[in-house]
């Protein structure tokens, strides 16, 4: 054994935050690698419906189930396969990058579609009373709980024959509660997260109630999941 002495002392110290930097380094690059493998090979499964299709009020079986599994499951499928053509792009050296940007498009509009609806199915399944506390939280952010409902409607009923997205959402660098617009699914304001979200797509409503938009919102409301919209906000 070699005799510890100042010298040999100093120079563990000195090595000590180098040894700490590399590993730290080494640790994070696994990371990385790790996450951008995840990026790639990443496969969505679709979620089930959180609700009983034949228990939601005045929206029927046939249209939920309709809705589920024909644009979301569909978007869902649509979206890995996205996934897979961009692996493959990616690896062939011949791909233009306005060829692959075309599948990144692709990639932004179906993970909108899974993301929106999920959310939305996962809002729906309630009685539709928003409890008091809230309702002062929504009140307080737009003066009333009414003015804000009467807004939320509004948008929707815009979007009506169209296509789109309603959503009340929390914008988290601005710190503030507020409803939006989305045109399609690739359309988000930065950094927001969304709290409440309602399909406006025609496929929504139309089997249902055809154009009559306004009708199909008051469904929506009367079956809002207002305790998933609470943990979305907490």
Do not use: C
Request: glycine residues 8%; without cysteine.
């Amino acid at each position: 054994m070699q005799p510890i002495t100042r010298r040999s002392v100093m120079q563990t110290a000195a090595a000590a935050p180098i040894l700490a930097s590399t590993t730290a380094f080494a640790a994070s690059t696994e990371k990385e690698t790790s996450m951008t493998a995840d990026a790639f090979a990443f496969q969505h499964t679709p979620v089930p419906l959180p609700f009983d299709a034949k228990g939601l009020r005045g929206i029927s079986e046939k249209l939920i189930q309709s809705h589920w599994e024909n644009n979301y499951v569909g978007a869902s499928k649509a979206l890995n396969i996205v996934r897979s053509r961009l692996t493959q792009a990616l690896g062939d050296t011949n791909t233009p990058p306005y060829v692959y940007t075309g599948l990144k498009r692709e990639q932004s509009i179906r993970t909108g579609s899974v993301v929106l609806h999920e959310i939305y199915f996962g809002n729906l399944g309630g009685d539709g009373k928003a409890p008091a506390d809230l309702r002062t939280r929504i009140s307080a952010a737009f003066g009333t709980y009414d003015k804000w409902e009467s807004e939320f409607r509004k948008i929707g009923q815009g979007l009506g024959g169209g296509s789109g997205w309603v959503v009340l959402g929390f914008n988290q660098h601005l710190n503030l509660l507020e409803n939006y617009w989305l045109q399609d699914h690739a359309t988000h304001p930065a950094f927001t997260k969304p709290v409440l979200v309602m399909d406006m797509y025609e496929h929504a409503y139309q089997m249902d109630y055809g154009a009559a938009a306004a009708k199909y919102i008051d469904a929506f409301f009367a079956n809002i999941q207002w305790d998933a919209v609470a943990k979305r906000l907490t």
